[in-house]
């Protein structure tokens, strides 16, 4: 059964006025050199976390030779404490759409998947019902728009389950059919990527940003957040506050504007960025959310006073002992050592000269793992030990 | 011919990224400037940084890397640190495409390397002293190679899973295992089996069989590659080495062991010699030292298997040719290899009928003990022991098939590597290379080197055709010093034709007749050979030889470990070399090949009492696991 979010919000860039359509037609006209140039002028970075410059990602895709092209819409939406994405398929699947169209003919696809996580497989229906509702006004299907030789077509891929699957990659093994697992890297999805063919992988947001970008242009975009951040981000806030629920907010907002927004009140800690984010404490309230200081694809997850920041710790770890793929080595291993640590600390068990090396093997993880699970999981481990490092060893 | 070429079937997260490279070797587009620990050079671009440090001699660890597999990238011990760069990068995947800057040991390098070897040991449940694979085990040498002097992480100290020895052949034991995935690559991309893949998450990520079945029961060939490529003891043969000293020990028992060419060329290894150095006087004086009451040459059962695959051929060409009996198949494939009997019952049980029904050499020699030297010494075969050393693991499932009794008792009792006999050596107190020289026991003394060359891939075929050849138009094989170049050598799969011109008036069917052969090792090129079968492209050809592992038995699953191109090619020599040294060269000139057709096989090759004591049926397996 469809369901729809409670809660219409506004905000300054991805839920301001838009016209249907209007980007791709304006698309069209000014053709893909334009495009790349006013995506690239906006500073358009990736918004499911790791932040590569979009305007990149499209133009080595659509420097790349191959007979198939693909654009993929990462809605694998994995990451704990994150449900923007949810809002924007299904309060906003045209711009989403639309943003995927475009990525197909600015690098020159006539193929787009999307990749939905099982827990949306309820979107399914509806979503498909968009394509076939855009398709009667000539957005899908051949020459599209009138534009001679622009195909495209998008359907719709179920994950299975996996958070690891979030990750470009092992998001195209699992589509390919194979166990979600990362590639190695080289070679980049944008040279080989789904079937080995030429392929951009873009979250929602990224995507449902663009037609706000070639509408309004480059220029106007970068007029919101920072300088290395610019444009707006979609936050998932939840845990102790009033209003929990997705927020439209601009880069460079700090940690303390944003909790009095949300209604929160006595914050012991802030995980920005979901379980592989980082926990900071109150005098770390003062740093602006942004790809400068604190990253976040978009997750804030927000602890009171009344919480044991060590079983935060732990119901992390256990997330990532359980969510690592078992490909590589530190990752498999890695994270049950850390959560092991864990669990030492809790039964008042442990050494500091153990717990500085499993930080140190943090440290190792951070670098040596394959894919960004690895290389982002210690960072609640790192984070949470040392932020509230008082609390925690107060029984030692 | 095109269609001649594997593909690889892994996942493409394991797979290398090839990178296109221009002809010229030199100049723009060629090569690219970079700086390694500090110093510059030029390379090739696409050339990984592991090769580029092996071609400098800067050495990196690795496991889940293999010369013979695809590229995996999951160990992260080669990692290496490059400028600029946030995270290390594993230098087996990582193509040099731009001037780049590398460390190879550099401080987060080490620690890393570090880190990671404690984080395995802390999973790799036992203790290397007790451990089939103590001095020989990459993860030990690592631990060395890093300082390890103590369980940083711990070490876990109860299994986590049960040993699975239902297997004639395969032991796995899974809490050796340390998940590189060498096996399941071996398994899916250098054989074409795919009996093994990884399964759950995380943690609980563990190597496994379909459903999770004893490996007897799932479709294995028992070819024993995945040993060969095991960095542990995870995977390890089923030793009968016990039962074979008991034997020994037991004055009743008459224990005979038959040494195949390919160890021989190859148990040097196990004492510190490099490969490519022949051991066989060596070792008879060791059998006999140890206790062994005979010791007989498998290459004149090789001999024995020539006469009567070649005249099975023969037979089939006329029944084909004269009779035009459509019920005849050909081209005829080759027996001798088990690992590849048990490809083709499984994958391709409908091709049966194309298989030569001759034994295995190692059978057909069980056979003959029994019977033929039972009866000559005088001797009751029920007190017989016959012990095969062979390069196989298969070959341990192969001498318990339920037919291979035609001696009316189990033809061969035990199927011994090449790792176990030296492991026995080792144990009577011997240092094989030390030992002198002997030859093997009468009445199998001698043996032809067509049986010898049996041992490395197109061995069969060039023996074969050696004694075809000569049959049919009473010349020898018109090749120089009789060596068939376009048998022998590495590739995948081998094509070639032989005239037959003026031909003996028996064989005038045959005349002017291009006798087409392939020969195929390793059953990933078997697969692409039986496809090609399946799509009526093998029509024009007469005979295919086919063994299971690639090299051919000089690359088998018994065979020391390491095990890798380069070491089954100087295998390879050593037997070629030690071949065309040799007296008599092609089976059916063997004096007592001749003999046991003159006094025991009176009806000749392919004859009645060959038929029962020579010659086997097949099973059709199929894939469907219960």
Redesign the interface.
Known sequence: MMTFEKIKRTGPVLFSEYENGSALKKAISIGRNEILAELKESGLKGRGGAGFPTSTKWMLTAAAKADRKFVICNADEGEPGTFKDRVLLTEYPELVLEGMIIAGYVIGAKEGIIYLRSEYSYMLEFLESKIEYMRKYGFFGKNILGEQGFDFEIKIRLGSG?Y?CGEE??L??SL?G??G????R??FPVN?GYL?YPTVVNNVETLASVPHIITKGGEWYKKFGTDKSTGSKLFSVSGDCKYPGVYELQWGITLRELLKIVGAENTKAVQVGGASGVCLNESQFDKKISYEETATGGSIMIFDKSRSMLEVLKNFMEFF??????????C??????LL?GVNMIEKNDYTLEYID?LK??GE?M?????CGLG?TSPNPFISILDNFKDEIFSKN | MNTMEKTLRSPVSQRPHEIKKTDQLTGIGAEVSIELNGIKMKVPIGKTILEICRDNNIHIPTLCYHEDLCIAGNCRLCLVEIEGMRTLQTSCSFPVTSPIKIKTFSDKVRKARKHIVGLMLSEHYGECYSCVRNNNCELQSLAREYGIDNYEFGHICSPRYNVDKSSQAVIRDMDKCILCRRCVRTCIDLQEVGVLEAVNRGYDTKISTFMDKPLADVVCINCGQCINRCPTAALHANDPSDEIWKAIEDPEKHVILQTAPSPRASLGEEFGLPPGHSMTGQLNTAARRMGFDRVFDTNFSADLTIMEEGTELLNRLRKALVEKDTSVRLPQFTSCSPGWIKFIEHFYPEYLDYLSTAKSPQQMFGSVIKTFYADESGIDPANIVNVALMPCAAKKFECNRPEMNSSGFKDIDYGLTTREMAKMIREAGLVLPDLPKSGFDDPFGEASGAGLIFGSTGGVMEAALRTVYELVTGRVVPFKNLNIEVCRGMKGIKEASVKLENCRPEFSFLEGIDLKFIVAHGTANAKVVMDMLKNGELKDYHFVEIMACPGGCIGGGGQPIPTSESIRKLRAKAIYEEEAGLPVRKSHENPHIKYIYEKFLKDGPCGKLSHKLLHTHYVKRGKFIN
Do not use: D, F, H, W
């Not at chain 1, 697992?181 to 190695?184: A, L």
């Not at chain 1, 951070?366 to 394959?370: C, L």
């Open positions: 996996a690891e990659t092992a195209i093994e390919e194979y166990r697992e990362p590639r190695n080289p070679p080989t080995g002992v359980e969510e690592s793929c078992g490909q590589c080595t530190p498999r291993i890695g994270n049950v050592k092991e090396k140190e093997l190792t951070k670098i040596a793992s394959k290389q």
